[in-house]
């Protein structure tokens, strides 16, 4: 592990040390701060990230970018149609020399892992990170083999390339924290990477600037933010108010609410509070939220998507006074 290079690593709040991360990432991806924050609130929260955009605009640089920040390994698979599982978790090899069976294992044995194009590999190889994303763990040939945390797949997919492709299934799709796109820069972000990719790459002049060690006591402080009864209670409110509405045919799992949740306490944490409010939980639902749902035929004939819904059912919802 490289030697961490800056005293963030040594700060005693949590706020100073996010925005360390994220500054350092920054300096790499210019113009994308909130996508930036996303991907660390998703680290935090101890979940999975599916960054869902075109070609070129930084999602691998991202990915690694983050890894390196929080020094943190990283590993990258490359999605084809003829990946098998083992390509992913690892393998189980016969020893000549001793008559034993080793296992070597996968890519999937690193703290943060990208799945770049995950959606041009076969539904049986999509599955193999299943496991590893639910319980932190792969089994293979019978013997199960815990993952080092903490532990994040970042899987990404262009929206517009469908040919050859196998689109996520609702119960993979349930399975990552959030949805993000990065999407193209504005013409003054877009100035300043010619001026600072043109020559060399960026990604080289930066390291770590806090332990994978401080990462996990992030997320430990997160889980203990402050969320009063009556914003439980609004969560479950929206997570019942997308079950009800006509225009989805499948609203909100269980599994939704406890991630909204987990998400808002840490971007709380981040912006130094010891409390939830609502505007964590509204600034959240929709990276967190709008590719769980899935909407009617018929809503979808009106023009609808996901978005359009979600905000119909929180500007719905009363929002609890208070916190």
Do not use: W
């Given at each position: ?6 005293a ?10 996010y ?17 930036v ?63 034993s ?10 703290n ?11 539904p ?75 020559d ?12 994978a ?33 006509p ?11 406890l ?24 600034a ?11 909407i ?11 978005e ?8 719905a919802?009363?929002v609890?006074?208070?916190h």
């Amino acid at each position: 592990m490289a030697t961490i290079q800056s005293a963030a690593a040594r700060s005693a709040t949590f706020a100073d040390c996010y925005h360390s991360v994220v500054a350092n990432v920054e300096k790499v991806i210019q113009g994308k701060r909130d996508v930036v924050e996303l991907m660390l609130l998703c680290v935090i929260s101890e979940g999975h990230l599916l960054l869902e955009d075109v070609p070129g605009v930084g999602k691998t640089s991202l990915a690694k970018s983050m890894a390196t920040s929080i020094d943190a390994t990283f590993g990258r698979v490359q999605f084809t149609p003829d990946l098998l599982p083992s390509d992913v978790v690892g393998i189980t090899v016969y020893n000549r020399n001793d008559g034993s069976f080793d296992f070597r294992p996968g890519p999937v044995f690193n703290n943060i892992v990208l799945a770049d194009e995950i959606n041009r590999a076969s539904p049986k190889t999509q599955a193999a990170l299943l496991e590893a994303m639910a319980e932190i763990q792969v089994t293979v040939d019978g013997a199960t083999y815990p993952l080092e945390q903490p532990f994040m797949v970042i899987a990404t997919q262009n929206p517009i390339e469908h040919e050859g492709t196998y689109p996520l299934p609702e119960s993979q799709l349930d399975r990552f924290l959030m949805r993000v796109s990065v999407g193209y820069p504005a013409p003054d972000d877009e100035l300043q990477i010619l001026d600072t990719h043109g020559d060399h790459d960026v990604y080289r002049d930066i390291g770590p600037v806090v332990s994978a060690e401080h990462v996990a006591g992030m997320a430990a402080a997160a889980r203990r933010v402050h969320m009063a009864p009556s914003l439980k209670a609004y969560l479950v409110d929206i997570a019942q108010a997308t079950r009800r509405t006509p225009h989805l045919a499948l609203g909100m799992s269980p599994r939704a609410t406890l991630a909204l949740q987990r998400v808002a306490r840490a971007r709380a944490a981040a912006q130094g509070r010891g409390y939830v409010t609502p505007d964590d939980v509204k600034a959240l639902a929709l990276p967190v939220l709008a590719h769980r749902l899935l909407i009617t035929p018929e809503a979808q004939l009106q023009g609808l998507g996901a978005e359009d819904v979600l905000g119909e059912v929180l500007r719905a919802v009363p929002v609890p006074g208070g916190h």
